[in-house]
């Protein structure tokens, strides 16, 4: 349940209140008309602002906050091809990540303060959107770190029983080391590779959202 | 008759409104502007509006305004 209905039933009656309080100021004379002005205007609308912010940072997080700027259609684009090579696609069609946190699950950093910096880098990248120039080639500020992989992968069967995760040339300490990238090893290395969506075939989900027989 | 106090509240509730309002719009505003909307907008006319009732309470008196008196 989100929470903005809620802030914004606070808000109304804060408000209601409020122009009440605009129009007879006289009424917080006396202890408890003090008491109401205080909870009026500072007790409310802190709260209100307290739960506007987290209900922005909740909205940002979501896959149609992150593609709704033009910049990132084809990455959004990409969640759809219908090829097993492609990481990013098929993390998003198998449920792997939540559909609707697709981006802000492997694109966060899973640390002490990281969606944080997450939320900060976002603000920038808006910013860049709008009022700036938006390059021809986006990259990641840094690279791709396994500690993002192995929040989910770590432990899971598919993950630790791999053949391909414990042969002589990618040892499975070396992986959860990152000393050997999940992404830049050779491995996993086609991720949302914008530049071939011409060149591939599109899945087409069904209404259900269910993968088509 | 309005005392200095309850001007600085009426004041203080008009930019606390409009803070409010501001928000209100910012989450009908399906935009990845309407952030910056509220951080600026919103939280800064709530604030300011916070900031003057709370700065009012410990620097202007309650008393009622009178005319001050003309010394002989």
Redesign the interface.
């Known amino acids: 349940m989100p929470l903005?209905p809620f802030?914004?039933g606070l808000?109304?009656l804060?408000?209601v209140s409020?122009?009440y309080?605009?129009v007879r100021?006289?009424a917080?004379?006396g202890l408890a008309g003090k008491a109401y002005?205080f909870v009026?205007?500072?007790l409310a609308?802190?709260l209100?602002?307290f739960g506007?912010?987290q209900?922005?940072l909740e909205r940002?997080k979501s896959t149609e906050?992150c593609l709704?700027?033009h910049a990132m259609e084809p990455y959004g684009k990409s969640l759809f091809v219908d090829d097993k090579e492609f990481l990013a696609a098929q993390h998003y069609q198998n449920n792997r990540v939540p559909r609707d946190h697709a981006c802000y699950t492997c694109h966060t950093d899973y640390v002490m303060f990281g969606p944080v910096r997450s939320k900060l880098r976002g603000?920038r990248h808006?910013l860049v959107?709008?009022f700036g120039t938006v390059p021809d080639t986006i990259r990641l500020y840094s690279p791709f770190n396994n500690r993002e992989c192995l929040h989910c992968h770590l432990g899971s069967r598919s993950f630790e029983e791999s053949a391909g995760h414990k042969d002589e040339e990618t040892p499975m300490e070396a992986i959860k080391s990152g000393k050997v990238s999940c992404l830049e090893s050779g491995c996993h290395d086609v991720a949302h590779n914008v530049h071939e969506l011409a060149e591939v075939e599109f899945w087409k989900p069904t209404p259900s959202g269910k993968v088509p027989e | 008759m309005?005392t200095p106090?309850?001007?600085r509240?009426?004041l203080?509730?008009?930019f606390?409104?409009a803070?409010?309002?501001v928000?209100?719009v910012?989450?009908f505003w399906?935009?990845?502007?309407?952030?910056?909307l509220?951080l600026f907008g919103?939280?800064g006319l709530?604030?300011a509006?916070?900031v003057l009732?709370?700065v009012s309470l410990i620097t202007v008196g309650g008393a009622p305004t009178q005319e001050p008196r003309k010394s002989s």
Request: net charge positive; charged share 10%; aromatic share 14%.
């Open positions: 903005w802030l914004v808000i109304g804060t408000v409020l122009v309080l605009a100021p006289d917080t004379r002005a009026l205007i500072f609308p802190a209100a602002l506007g912010s209900a922005h940002s906050f709704s700027c603000l808006v959107n709008y | 309005i106090i309850e001007r509240i009426r203080a509730s008009l606390v409104i803070g409010l309002l928000e209100a910012s989450f399906k935009s990845p502007l309407s952030f910056f509220f919103a939280c709530a604030a509006g916070i009732f709370l």
